[in-house]
């Protein structure tokens, strides 16, 4: 779905004042559109910048995850991979910008051989941050990366 009105509202209140009231509607939406078959082997939220998640003192994208998972029963690995580098808000950069500012921004030290893993995260606006962490998850040998998000920005 395009990120706009009422669904903008309500991850920006989530992300931005902490309003968990809005995770369970949200993880209601994204799971209707999902696909049943096949299934991911697991599930894990878009990681966050210690530095951001200090500021924030949650990550929402993990909230959504958690959510997400026990509407669906599935199983969550919140620790698989984390990111290793602050970078600019990608919300703050130019299109062309985004890549480069998030390249080299994940690691995950954990043998994915065969895994079928979704990525849950809010927005999709490039998909440079979805990109660079399936990188990462594919080198450790993920057989599929899938990217579940609520909504995704349009082209300016």
Partial sequence: MSYRFPVDGAIQRLKYAADLNAVAPLAALLAERLDREPRPDLVLAMPMASQRLRERGFNHAQELARALGERLHLRLAPQ???????TAPQAALPWAERRRNIRGAFECGTDLAGARLAVVDDVL????TLDELAGVLLSRGAAEVWGWVLARTEKP
């Fill in 80 to 86: 698989l991979c984390r990111r290793i580098r602050h």
């Fill in 125 to 128: 606006t490039t998909g440079a």
